[in-house]
């Protein structure tokens, strides 16, 4: 059974630093695109930023550019999300995904981050 399971989420305050962990297990995913998601209440799902299976390319919403950067480790079937220069507005729950070369987005249970003024 498929799992992907985030770490790291929690309070901090603007212009403050997290780290979002994703773990999958269940099967290796070292040759897919990951990325994160996010969704704030009364707003529609987001995509922040993916990264295809070396490492070698990646992509981020214009809201984050510059503040965030994704990464992953195959060796520990993880993806990262660092994100510096929180701000309110990045309040939101995030979910890591994998994607399959198929088309099959595998989500995970999202992480909460809250970012206060």
């Known amino acids: 059974q498929v799992q992907l399971v985030e770490s790291g989420g929690g309070l901090v305050q603007a212009g403050g630093s997290l780290t979002l962990s994703c773990v999958a297990s269940g099967r290796t995913f070292s040759s897919y695109t990951k990325g994160w998601f996010r969704q704030a209440p009364g707003k529609e799902r987001e995509r922040v930023a993916t990264?295809?299976?070396?490492?070698?390319?990646?992509a981020y919403a214009d809201s984050v550019k510059g503040r965030f950067t994704i990464s992953r480790d195959n060796a520990k079937n993880t993806v990262y999300l660092q994100m510096n220069s929180l701000k309110p507005e990045d309040t939101a729950v995030y979910y890591c995904?994998?994607?399959?070369?198929?088309?099959?987005?595998?989500w995970g249970q999202g992480a909460q981050v809250t970012v206060s003024s």
């Open positions: 990264i295809n299976w070396s490492g070698s390319t990646t």
């Open positions: 995904t994998v994607t399959t070369p198929q088309g099959y987005v595998y």
